[in-house]
């Protein structure tokens, strides 16, 4: 029995199949479907194949002639050098293989994974003999500058910082990704604060020699001033409560990374740090109370180093890293600075990231859990322990390191007792809701709204208010578009609106 | 400040597509018949191919079509019955000839046709696809077909390595806060490597068993 259009002409054909199959022609014969009837449901739409693997046919015998690569002609490469491509590639000249071979499937996606190019196009042509090919990579090339961060605003701390921080990605056409950025503070009202400045120069590769390894370097040069409170309510936020400390860094960083799989990679890091601070002879901070405590910088005084060795994890599942609507992403990063390996601090730090999303409606909306936590062990210099920022959105964060304002965290729930840029133990937990605003612009891709909340925490192993009496936390809220452009990815929320001006 | 962003905010919104506008299924009139206690169909997703993908038939490397069909109640959002083809096509550069590979419905056979046409036909025509168990329609319900096509889907391995990829040479700096808390990302520039080189989404009419 056929059913289906009122369309003569296909009818008929239906009930030629149907005659064809040894079926009645009076049993093929359609039914016109009725008009109008029953609600009108959408049926979900579904996700695309590579969303789940589970329903993908199995992988089959070999398909395709086998073939006798002559030759790579490149095409449309007027900056990359013709080597970097080649090197990419997972086939040479006088290579034998199927034309259905895994390396050429994945070729296009392995070049425009180098983000060099806005398209890749292969091809193959006739070689030397019968059986033998040669394969034609035609690219078109697309800016390689990425804006990476913007950092602008102004506080207490400074009258106004602005800095940014940019990437070439294919370095004179090497493949080699070479950034850096740079920062200025003016000077804000509190005394002897100075302006500050930093500057960071960068170099990696993200695939080395077709392996699985990658690297990256930086060098970084900070003069900073940094602020501490001495007096005042935690909730007065003026110049005049607070001092700081000049102070210098220059350091080098290395991260050798390995990817263990398409999801997981494993890294190993050092660092090497000279510091140079001018600290006060005994700094104190005087309570509303009037009781006067000192305070501990967690620095030394004039030059000091630091060396630490590191190791880490990242697992991402995540389809889509910049909007994700599912999948999870889980870092996990061990420091440890010891005397034995050069340096002056004896520490440890641990630190734990989880973000999860779900998707809901289809996949338009989402939910999100957002955990992340760290803490440190023994002589953490200062710009090593927790900061406040890290673990609360809606504090400015650090610009390269310079602290660039000073404003206290709110104090939704009356729960903050002590009020240190600093601690030893700090994590935050968020729930975020994100709805789908749309999708497929040519130069803005995709934006999403989302509304989030939580709470977060900080605090000192030995402050009066810390884990003995209950730790210390509060609320964060955050709401805002994301926005995944040409350019970058930008953030127009209400917590960076408030890292941004003195409130 | 506050009033500049939320004009942004609604200008934005304003200016937006609605979210499903780039996923809504389009409708097309398919041909659906019972036989031997199966639902059949009769459709096609040639539309999945632009004259580019189409020249592409001629590249000599393997394009690959996946079909997956859905049949629903229409007032039920849980899918009654699923099928999933795959079609594969490699262009014999030598023999100048189109070797197919069609695989669904629990088997798998080889074609091999003369023409681009033909080529093309042969990936994109649904010809008495088996889509369902008549006995999984009732009588009388209203149902609908939903038809997925993707040209060259990428699996989601090749897509977690490209963002691997991506994402490294951002890292660097003295302090853990700018890479580990700070940034909602470590990636800044999507560079939009599609899950497949186009998707095609059909809805049939409703239909019913008489």
Not at chain 1, 57 to 73: M, Q, T
Not at chain 1, 101 to 111: G, Q
Not at chain 1, 158 to 165: E, N, R, T, Y
Request: aromatic letters at 8%.
């Amino acid at each position: 029995m056929a059913f289906g259009r009122t369309h003569r002409a296909r009818r008929g054909l239906a009930a030629a199949i149907a005659l064809a199959c040894g079926t009645s022609a009076a049993a093929a014969a359609p039914t016109p479907v009725p008009v109008s009837p029953g609600p009108a449901v959408r049926p979900p739409v579904p996700a695309p194949l590579g969303a789940n693997p589970a329903l993908a046919l199995p992988g089959g015998d070999e398909f395709g002639a086998p073939l006798i690569i002559d030759g790579v002609e490149i095409v449309g490469n007027e900056s990359t050098s013709a080597g970097v491509i080649e090197r990419t590639l997972e086939f040479v000249p006088g290579q034998r293989m199927r034309a259905d071979d895994r390396r050429l499937r994945l070729a296009r996606y392995r070049l425009l994974a180098l983000g060099f190019f806005r398209e890749v196009a292969l091809t193959m042509r006739r070689g030397a003999a019968r059986g033998h090919v040669v394969i034609v990579v035609t690219v078109v090339e697309r800016g390689t500058v990425v804006l990476n961060r913007l950092w602008f605003g102004t506080s207490t701390t400074s009258v106004g910082w602005i800095g940014a921080d940019v990437s070439e990605r294919n370095f004179l056409g090497t493949g080699v990704g070479v950034g850096g950025g740079a920062v200025y503070a003016a000077r804000g009202g509190i005394d002897d604060s100075r302006a500050q400045a930093a500057a960071e120069l960068r170099i990696g590769v993200a695939e080395v020699a077709g392996t699985r390894w990658s690297w990256t370097a930086a060098a970084t040069a900070v003069r900073g001033s940094e602020p501490y409170r001495i007096d005042g309510a935690l909730d007065d936020d003026a110049a005049a409560h607070f001092d700081a400390f000049a102070y210098r860094r220059l350091g080098v960083r290395a991260v050798a990374g390995y990817d263990v799989s398409a999801w997981t990679r494993i890294h190993v890091g050092a660092r090497l740090e000279d510091l140079d601070a001018t600290l006060p002879a005994a700094p104190t901070r005087t309570l509303p109370s009037g009781e006067v405590l000192p305070l501990d910088l967690h620095l030394r005084d004039g030059r000091s180093q630091v060396a630490t060795v590191s190791v880490g994890l990242d697992r991402d599942t995540r389809r889509d890293p910049v909007l994700p609507h599912d999948g999870t992403r889980v870092q996990l990063l061990a420091e440890g600075g010891a005397r034995a390996i050069a340096g002056d601090y004896h520490f440890a730090t641990v630190a734990a990231r989880l973000d999860r999303w779900w998707p809901v409606r289809d996949g338009t909306h989402a939910v999100g859990l957002r955990l992340a936590g760290a803490a440190t062990f023994g002589d953490a210099p200062r710009f090593d322990r927790v900061h406040l920022s890290e673990v609360n959105r809606m504090i400015t964060p650090r610009a390269m390191g310079l602290t660039v304002a000073s404003s206290a965290a709110p104090d939704f729930l009356g729960t903050r007792g002590e009020d240190e840029a600093t601690g030893e133990v700090g994590g935050s937990v968020v729930v975020e809701y994100v709805a789908r605003l749309f999708r497929g612009g040519r130069h803005v891709f995709a934006g999403d709204l989302f509304v989030g909340a939580g709470a977060w925490a900080l605090a000192n192993r030995d402050s009066p208010a810390a884990l003995g009496d209950g730790l210390p936390f509060d609320l964060v809220l955050d709401a805002g578009l994301r926005l995944d452009t040409e350019l970058g990815i930008f953030e127009l929320t209400l917590a960076n609106a408030l890292g941004r001006v003195a409130w | 400040m506050r009033a500049a962003a939320a004009a942004a905010l609604v200008a934005l919104a304003v200016a937006a597509r609605p979210a499903h506008a780039e996923d809504a299924p389009a409708i097309v009139g398919m041909d659906f018949t019972e036989r031997a206690g199966a639902i059949t169909v009769d459709a096609s997703v040639s539309r999945l191919f632009d004259r580019d993908a189409f020249a592409n038939l001629d590249s000599g490397f393997r394009t690959t079509v996946v079909i997956r069909l859905w049949v629903y109640r229409v007032d039920d959002a849980q899918p009654i019955a699923f099928t999933v083809l795959r079609r594969s096509c490699i262009y014999q550069l030598w023999d100048e000839v189109y070797d197919l590979r069609l695989e669904g419905e629990g088997r798998r056979r080889d074609v091999r046709v003369k023409t681009r046409g033909e080529a093309l036909k042969v990936l994109t025509s649904l010809d008495d696809v088996r889509v369902a168990a008549a006995a999984a329609l009732p009588p009388g319900a209203l149902h609908v077909l939903a038809v997925v096509a993707e040209l060259n889907p990428v699996s989601a391995e090749t897509l977690a390595e490209v963002h691997r990829w991506l994402s490294q040479g951002t890292g660097g700096g003295l302090d853990r806060g700018g890479s580990f808390f700070g940034s909602f990302v470590s990636v800044f520039v999507n560079l939009k490597v599609p899950e497949a080189d186009r998707v095609l989404r059909l809805r049939s009419q409703r239909f019913f068993r008489p």
